[in-house]
């Protein structure tokens, strides 16, 4: 099991920012990348961002390229989601979830531990 908790979510105004964080407790080298996935009301859980604990390596979902930015702080077992210029379509449960294996997924089932997920709201 490697536990995941995710903080930073809250309502803010469209154009602002959140910053998102996901602490892993008992992360072992068998944890590859970290993905953070969304779900709005009515809808399926997506792929937001990815990040590779190696190098560092980042992917995107091209709804949110230019504006979030994914970042990890090895040492903490943390990973972040920087949202700047945010939009109420960005508004959601976001979720941060471990990847084992090597590749990084686009696919909520190429995760294998997720978090309980945090409310970002945005208000036009």
């Known amino acids: 099991q490697v536990p995941l908790v995710e903080s930073g979510g809250g309502l803010v105004q469209a154009g602002g920012s959140l910053r998102l964080s996901c602490a892993a407790s008992?992360?072992?080298?068998?944890?590859?990348?970290m993905g953070w996935f969304r779900q709005g009301p009515g809808k399926e859980r997506e792929f937001v961002a990815a990040?590779?604990?190696?190098?560092?390596?980042?992917y995107y979902a091209d709804s949110v390229k230019g504006r979030f930015t994914i970042s990890r702080d090895s040492a903490k077992n943390t990973v972040y989601l920087q949202m700047n210029s945010l939009k109420p379509e960005d508004t959601a449960v976001y979720y941060c979830?471990?990847?084992?294996?090597?590749?990084?997924?686009?696919?909520?089932?190429?995760?294998?531990?997720w978090g309980q997920g945090t409310q970002v709201t945005v208000s036009s």
């Open positions: 008992g992360r072992t080298f068998s944890s590859y990348a």
């Open positions: 979830a471990n990847r084992r294996s090597r590749g990084v997924g686009y696919a909520v089932y190429a995760y294998d531990y």
């Open positions: 990040i590779t604990w190696s190098d560092g390596s980042t």
